[in-house]
């Protein structure tokens, strides 16, 4: 009897990775070097990365286009920004007033839980603004789950991203990274948390991080949860 529990189990959580890597997720879209003094826009969609299909804002999931987004200076400032709605995305923009790694991110759950998952979408991007790379830290504030590239990595070829959980490095975050090929990759984050891939293909990459805890219990807005699955994205582009 045993045995045919676990089965059942391990088939269960199984079907459950098979949907969550089949999921959408929230993406901020914007580029990677921004000025002083000049305008930056920022684009915020609801996509499969394995297509490449943006959804319409009309037929996101839940709540999820209630999300907030968010500014967070290289000081730490936090600002709310101001979204306007498209037809499959939502559009934002800032001027860097210093210099310094400006953070965007998200961080949103949505209020209906599927099949008692609980689902946290958490996005993020950075904006270089000048030659200095001083940027916030991650607190224990800041999202739940953030994924972020790490600027000190300079390998030819390569790229590093960090991972994190609840403030902190973590290890063993499953990390997906769909190459511009259309290659797709599954790595785990080592115990630096860190997350090294080949970044020699030009094109656009998008990185998936995603955790599930099937014993963690809470209630959103509407109704109660008996399992929490949150992913965190970043897009970055090889030219």
Known sequence: ?????????????????????????????TGKAGEIGKNH??????SEFEDRSLEKVADWYSNVADFQLWLVKPTGERIQLKTET???VYRANFTPKEQGIHRLEISHIAEDPGDGTDYQFNAFAQVIVGSKKETSVVTAESPELILLEDFESKQPGKKQLKTYFKGKLKEGVTVTIFYPSGKTED??????????????????????ATTYHPEEKGNTQKAPYKSVWRVATQKLVQE
Do not use: C
């Open 1 to 29: 009897m045993k045995n045919i529990k676990s089965f059942l189990l391990a088939f269960a959580l199984m079907l459950l990775n098979i949907t969550f890597v089949q999921a959408h997720a929230l993406v901020i879209d």
């Open 41 to 46: 826009e920022v684009r915020v969609y609801y």
């Open 86 to 88: 498209g037809d499959d």
């Open 187 to 208: 790595l785990k984050s080592n115990v630096a948390g860190i997350v090294e891939v080949d970044f020699s293909e030009k094109g656009n990459y998008f990185f998936e």
